[in-house]
Structures are given as structure tokens and as C-alpha cells.
């Protein structure tokens, strides 16, 4: 009977990891607001940011999430704490570059515009 369970390589491992960590993506929700700026909310994190733009917002987007990600990783017992499910989006925005970040930035517009 064959082996139901396949076991992998420290670095058959490794390299799974990074490409599971890859294909992970940030949900963002924008609004329009009043003043003609842009609010992005990523869900993942609970944290949102304003800017000018679009362009400008996936930019103080990125920048909150590093800001996000240095915090959670300054205190990562206290964190975790009921948060477990972050802990990959961390590792991704530890990571990889702004550019990488922005391509995985995935928003809706929730106000129709």
C-alpha cells in the first residue's frame, strides 16, 4: 500500500512556502470621499489610509502595512493573540518589495465610483 503522506525536503519546504506566501493577496475597499481624496481599507489588517489619489493611496497603503507589520513583529506574543490568521500577510510584506505589494493590493470600489 503506498504512502499516503508525502514528505518533503527542508528545501522542497522552503520553496513551497515562499510560493504559497506569493500567491497571497491584500483585499482593499476605496471610497470616494467628499474632498475628491481616496480611503483604502485593507481587510486583512484592519487599517486604513487617505490620500490625494488612487496612485498615491496604494503608495500610504503599503507604507501603513510595513508601519503595520513592524509593530506586530516588535511584540509577537501579544499580537497573536487571537490573530494567528496575520501572521502569513506578515511575512509577505517582510518580504517583498513595494512594487510586489502593489501587485497584490486587490480593491473595490464600495461607492460606485
Given at each position: 500500500?503506498?504512502?499516503?503522506?508525502?514528505?518533503?525536503?527542508?528545501?522542497?519546504?522552503?520553496?513551497?512556502?515562499?510560493?504559497?506566501?506569493?500567491?497571497?493577496?491584500?483585499?482593499?475597499e476605496?471610497?470616494?470621499?467628499?474632498?475628491?481624496?481616496?480611503?483604502?481599507?485593507?481587510?486583512?489588517?484592519?487599517?486604513?489610509?487617505?490620500?490625494p489619489?488612487?496612485?498615491e493611496?496604494?503608495?500610504?497603503?503599503?507604507?501603513?502595512?510595513?508601519?503595520?507589520?513592524?509593530?506586530?513583529?516588535?511584540?509577537?506574543?501579544?499580537?497573536?493573540?487571537?490573530?494567528?490568521?496575520?501572521?502569513?500577510?506578515?511575512?509577505?510584506?517582510?518580504?517583498?518589495?513595494?512594487?510586489?505589494?502593489?501587485?497584490?493590493?486587490?480593491?473595490?470600489?464600495?461607492?460606485?465610483?
Amino acid at each position: 500500500m503506498p504512502d499516503k503522506h508525502t514528505f518533503l525536503t527542508n528545501e522542497e519546504a522552503l520553496n513551497e512556502g515562499i510560493k504559497w506566501l506569493k500567491s497571497l493577496q491584500f483585499s482593499v475597499e476605496y471610497a470616494k470621499e467628499q474632498d475628491g481624496s481616496f480611503t483604502g481599507f485593507v481587510k486583512e489588517f484592519n487599517t486604513a489610509e487617505n490620500a490625494p489619489t488612487l496612485e498615491e493611496l496604494n503608495k500610504e497603503l503599503i507604507k501603513g502595512m510595513r508601519e503595520w507589520a513592524s509593530l506586530y513583529a516588535e511584540d509577537l506574543p501579544a499580537w497573536t493573540i487571537g490573530r494567528v490568521a496575520e501572521i502569513p500577510y506578515i511575512f509577505k510584506i517582510f518580504y517583498s518589495t513595494d512594487e510586489e505589494l502593489a501587485s497584490c493590493l486587490h480593491g473595490k470600489s464600495y461607492d460606485g465610483f
